[in-house]
């Protein structure tokens, strides 16, 4: 390399070491069209010559605070004060969009780039909540011996709620509340189960319901198969072309109507997986489920069988259909609980809001490539864009590192009960590790939301 | 650990499916509902000597089969006949839009075929009538002249070379200024199947939003700077027609549908560039602009692949699908590193590779945006239908035509460099490779 390219890189590489040195900001999360005063704190860095620095402000709509665009890549400079070692400005945001301030020295160089996103009022009286509803433990055919292992390593994985849900078992789940009931923990876990009634290869995820459905099969199959025989007489003659069984439709619809009736949410699960090369259920009866959307919510992403759902969800959107939709990993394995999630913006992380979030098309699913460290969300535009926003610029800084550290601790305490860890000294410390760290993770919404 | 799974995975493929034997396999595609004969080519297969242990097991993806019952988990099991090296089936019916697999298998070690010896797989896709009559091309729309490095600058002819390595059929060559892109055309010394169409980027910065205008007649970019007071007076036709409350929004919005007219009028295709595209995340229009814009659906497709913010182009997209008719989906790489040149591309499916048959295409809507992003499956800006041929054709069909467009680039490249002899002969012999391909994977029409 020649010697004066040398020198440019290495005072590019310096001053951006000298300069980059804002270690938080917030709110992060505004009201739309109104003001909000931001702090930028930074570590170690002279604050005292403002007169060097300039706050430029500028937005993804392009539109000033009047209401007027800005002038062709042409920023706004706003006042700021400092304040020790942080930068305090006030400024209005308008509309629903991300902005940038950017904090720039006098010869341009950035010091700092903070974003954040301004929601209208029906947003932004929602917070974000990150959760995997579909996954399997040795309870059904995974890997890992509890439902509670797998809860503790979504959390891991960033999640602030999980659902274990084994095929036809309910007991999964239940290990997973019950023992997760006794951790101290802002991760919450509910009851689930993926059911497949008899003659009926539909899977379904009971997400929320009081009882298993599996449990309803055997302990009252006569009472199943009266009712599923009532459902079938009621289906009009040419629901589905000749020669598809119209028991799936009946037991589906059944089975939905019962998740429904004990306070679940009833998802139709995969609807494109082609085991053995072949759709799991035939293609006009899947796409019957699809178009009639008598369930509550598509699982448009699902571990491996994602690309057909998601043009078919995006099809059915081009319809005018309104699709609820969830995305998830149905790992079978702990290792496998990253790939995917669904962020449900919600007034809380209560499963009622949650559920009622998903219907009111509040939710995106979302994959995330772990090998380019790139998430990929499905949904309404609105909700995804603010998603997009949040997953590249909110969570990576407090609210993953946190719960990786909370999932390493309930890890402990989740093997240390399910018997394949015997080390009380890891327990209690763990258990304390948590009691302290308990109440920090909802804490970030009071920091980063706008008062 | 990480190696330990790695044997073991390689120990169970290997008892899975034996080395493959099968080199080669047609037709791919199909019409729906016809009778159709399958190839299978087997190199050294010892199999072939006993063809009694050998089944060829058939399944639809969609589920269902001739009768219109539900596969459930079995196959048909397809007769065949063995010739040399060659396993023909009998003919079959091939029913709906949908892939199908063809499983050649034998039994496992107690003689079952729960988890059998696969010693090949053949997919096939079958479409209806409409589609079927239609050939794929794999396309940019929007490639620029130049790269983001200086180190990875190309004189026009080696960047179409590397155009063709990257597998494409036809490239839209779009630079700001039309005389520079025609050019690079002109001056393309080898006659090739590779198709190259003129295109110019056209902008005012803060005024429009960005467009191209795909083999128009004269200079659209030229008619701006040079008639003022005619565009004028269309900006100002165009905001009569126009109901937004803002004067700065009716301008750009104004001024981008004047821009558009023009550019049809050239007998060009009027192509809106990825809405999000911006410079240091500041957008090169204001939202609202765009938006009435991108809802107003003058322009005849939508650059969705090949944007700084693919995942916010792809959103508006679909919304857009959501909120009215569907507007064609286009993508080309455009400014990217040269490593990226593949990853946005477009697929159509036209008469013939010819400039004015693509662009029919696009604009009749038999096309989608295609993005590969790394290490994970593609997006396609398409309807269900299209999207999952495409996405059949992608996995399948085109990488069958990779190998020579490869050949056809470094033929290219030995010319360019050193006037290679051996290039110059073989040159010819890689022409009408495309039709050739399509010839033999695509069952003839009964």
């Known amino acids: 390399m020649k010697p004066r390219k040398f020198v440019t890189i290495a005072l590019i590489v310096l001053s951006t070491q000298l300069f980059a040195k804002c270690v938080d900001a917030w709110p992060k999360v505004v009201r739309a069209d109104s003001s909000a005063t931001i702090t930028m704190q930074f570590e170690e860095e002279d604050l005292k010559q403002p007169d060097k620095l300039k706050l430029l402000y500028y937005n993804d709509d392009g539109i000033r605070a009047d209401g007027k665009p800005f002038q062709y890549a042409t920023p706004e400079i706003i006042p700021f004060e400092i304040k020790g070692n942080t930068i305090v400005a006030t400024t209005k945001f308008p509309s629903e969009t991300r902005h940038t301030l950017k904090l720039v020295n006098n010869e341009n160089n950035t010091v700092a780039d903070v974003k954040l996103y301004s929601l209208k009022p029906d947003y932004f009286a929602l917070r974000p909540f990150k959760g995997n509803m579909h996954m399997h433990s040795k309870y059904s055919d995974g890997v890992d011996k509890t439902g509670s292992i797998m809860v503790a390593t979504c959390r891991k994985v960033g999640q602030d709620f999980a659902i274990e849900t084994d095929h036809n078992n309910y007991a999964g789940s239940q290990e997973a509340v019950s023992t997760f009931a006794t951790f101290p923990t802002d991760m919450v876990t509910y009851h689930g189960e993926e059911v497949h009634g008899p003659g009926n290869g539909t899977h379904i995820l009971s997400l929320g319901a009081t009882e298993g459905m599996g449990e309803w099969f055997k302990q009252h199959r006569a009472e199943y198969d009266a009712t599923v025989k009532e459902a079938l007489a009621k289906l009009p003659a040419d629901i589905l072309p000749k020669g598809m069984n119209a028991w799936f439709v009946a037991s589906s619809h059944v089975i939905w109507d019962r998740i429904r009736a004990k306070g679940g949410l009833a998802v139709y699960a995969h609807p494109y997986w082609r085991p053995n090369y072949r759709q799991y259920i035939p293609k006009p009866i899947s796409d019957y489920f699809l178009s009639e959307l008598y369930c509550d919510a598509i699982e448009v992403v699902n571990g491996g069988s994602s690309e057909n759902t998601i043009l078919h969800y995006q099809g059915l959107r081009a319809q005018g259909k309104k699709i609820p939709l969830i995305g998830t990993t149905d790992a079978h394995n702990s290792r496998h609980l990253a790939g995917a999630f669904t962020l449900i913006l919600s007034e809380s992380v209560k499963f009622e809001d949650l559920a009622a979030n998903i219907k009111k098309l509040n939710s995106v699913a979302v994959e995330y490539v772990a090998r380019t460290k790139k998430h990929y969300v499905h949904g309404p535009k609105r909700v995804s864009q603010f998603a997009l926003f949040l997953l590249e610029h909110y969570y990576d800084l407090k609210h993953d590192p946190f719960c990786q550290e909370e999932g390493e601790w309930l890890l402990t305490l989740a093997k240390a009960k399910a018997g394949e860890l015997n080390d009380q000294d890891a327990v209690d410390k763990a258990t304390k590790a948590l009691q302290e760290a308990k109440g920090r993770v909802p804490a970030l919404f009071d920091k980063y939301w706008q008062k | ?446």
């Not at chain 2, 896709?125 to 009559?133: C, G, W």
Request: with cysteine; hydrophobic share 40%.
């Open chain 2, 1 to 446: 650990m990480k190696y330990i799974s790695l044997a073991f995975t390689i120990f169970v493929l290997a008892t899975q499916v034996s080395f493959s034997k099968l080199v080669d396999s047609w037709p791919l595609v199909v019409k729906q509902d016809s009778m159709v004969q399958f190839t299978f080519v087997l190199e050294d297969e010892p199999m072939l000597q006993t063809p009694e242990k050998l089944t060829l097991q058939y399944v639809q993806a969609d589920s269902v089969r001739e009768s219109g019952k539900a596969f459930g988990g079995a196959f048909n099991k397809i007769e065949f006949q063995i010739e040399g090296n060659k396993l023909i089936t009998k003919p079959i019916k091939i029913i709906g839009e949908t892939i199908h697999t063809l499983r050649l298998v034998s039994p496992d070690a107690q003689g079952k075929f729960r988890n059998p010896k696969v010693h090949g797989i053949h997919f096939v896709y079958s479409l209806a009538d409409d589609l079927f009559q239609l050939r794929p091309y794999r396309g940019s729309i929007h490639t620029v002249l130049n790269f983001p490095t200086e180190a990875e600058q190309l004189q026009p002819h080696k960047l179409i070379a590397q155009l063709r390595h990257s597998g494409y059929d036809f490239a839209c060559i779009a630079d700001n200024d039309l005389d520079k892109a025609k050019n690079a055309i002109a001056g393309f010394p080898f006659k090739t199947d590779f198709t190259l169409i003129p295109a110019e980027e056209v902008f005012i910065p803060g005024k429009s939003a960005k467009l191209l205008a795909i083999n128009p007649n004269t200079s659209v970019g030229k008619w701006i700077a040079g008639n003022p007071n005619e565009l004028l007076k269309a900006i100002e036709n165009e905001a009569n027609s126009l109901k937004i409350d803002s004067k700065e929004f009716t301008e750009q919005v104004a001024t981008t549908h004047a821009i558009i007219k023009k550019i049809k009028q050239e007998n060009a295709l009027a192509i809106l560039v990825h809405p999000n595209h911006g410079q240091d995340d500041f957008p090169y229009l204001p939202r609202p602009a765009i938006d009435a814009i991108l809802n107003a659906r003058q322009y005849d497709a939508l650059q969705v692949a090949g944007g700084p913010k693919v995942d916010l182009d792809f959103t508006d997209y679909f919304e857009l699908c959501a909120s009215g008719p569907r507007v064609p989906a286009v993508g080309g790489p455009g400014f990217v590193p040269q490593a990226d040149l593949a990853r946005s591309i477009t697929v159509v499916l036209a008469k013939s590779n010819s400039a004015s048959d693509i662009m029919s295409a696009i604009k009749s809507g038999h096309v989608a945006a295609v993005f590969q992003p790394p290490a994970t499956y593609r997006r396609i800006a398409a309807d269900f239908r299209l999207g999952h041929y495409f996405a059949f054709l992608l996995r399948y069909y085109f990488p069958k035509l990779n190998g020579t467009y490869r050949s056809e680039a470094d033929a290219f490249n030995k010319i360019l460099d050193a006037n290679d002899e051996q290039a110059k002969q073989l040159l010819p012999t890689l022409q009408n490779h495309v039709n050739a391909t399509y010839d033999k994977y695509f069952a003839v029409t009964q």
